[in-house]
């Protein structure tokens, strides 16, 4: 089921990632630079030669947008903010049975904590985070792919606010084609690991969905709105 629709991609290859948020990439012969907003190190993705697709973007030090690379007759939707985008259009359009919400606000506070939402389930507020999850890890999507002391953070921050009884919600987006589950990825941060298990068992919901992107509809293509989480 289509979710978004973005405009027609730039078809490249990647040459280099230089920093964090900027890879070079090969366009028509040419190398021009790239933006990305995930900071993960997706180093399955990020190897020369690697089949990228990217969005024009006008102004700045870039002039495009890494938002996917192709991956088992597919595409991995790398671009986070593009992910929240289709995790919201889920959400308004009732496509998870597992969340009757709607949208509270954006980029509450819990503690010490700056969080994606807060939702509203059923007039309960529910504090809820979602967490990119393209690392693939045979049958499974997984996060996350290096540490994250912020990632720690915000597990630790949901599991107090629950522990003092309210409502905690992780939602991993699994944006890569034909996983089955998605699990932690203890060589990645096992601390990570270790506090989704104690989450898990203090009350925190943690729910995934699987969705791809589609280069040559330029789409983003929901696969599964209640994906298995295994911690």
Known sequence: MELVRLPEPVVGEVVARRNRF?????????????????????????????????????????????IAFEDSGGAALIDTAIQMRAFEVALERGLLPWAPCRISSRNPRLRGSVLDYLLDCGGEPVYTELKSAVLRDGAYASYPDCPTLRGRRHVSDLIAHVQAGGKGLIVFVAALPGVSAFRPYERGDPEVARLLREAREVGVLLKAISMHYRPEASQVILDNPDLPVEV
């Open 22 to 66: 900027v890879v070079e990439v090969r366009v028509e012969g040419r190398v021009e630079r790239a933006y990305t907003n995930n900071t993960g190190r997706l180093s399955e993705y990020m190897v020369a030669g690697r089949r990228c697709y990217c969005l024009r973007r006008s102004g700045g030090a870039t002039s495009l947008r890494l």
